[in-house]
């Protein structure tokens, strides 16, 4: 299961002591938090990753990118929108950096 660091909360740090089934357990939950991990970074464009954590699980990249991205109430609505109403292109730059501000 891909989804299993989703769904599952991480297992307990193996010991000398664990079984063979709490191994695969979480050998499998750690495959599937990686590759998880991967996608999702691969998905994100390179100027947003600076404010991501590195080392983390996948559940807490998801938090980390819900509170950043979380608007409070309709009076910050009401402020993006009318940013993004006012924006105009000066002609200076790329218009790629004007697209991404947008």
């Given at each position: ?42 998905s994100i464009l390179d100027h ?55």
């Amino acid at each position: 299961n891909v989804d299993l660091s989703l769904v599952t909360d991480k297992p307990r740090d193996l010991t000398v002591t664990s079984t063979d089934d709490e191994k695969s357990v979480h050998a499998a939950w750690m495959k599937s938090n990686r590759i998880c991990l991967l996608s999702m970074r691969r998905s994100i464009l390179d100027h947003l990753k600076s404010d991501m954590p590195t080392d983390c699980t996948t559940k807490e990249l998801m938090s980390a990118i819900n509170e950043r991205y979380r608007i409070s109430s309709n009076d910050d609505i009401g402020s993006i929108m009318q940013g993004l109403f006012n924006m105009k292109y000066d002609g200076n730059g790329v218009v790629r950096d004007y697209v991404i501000r947008m």
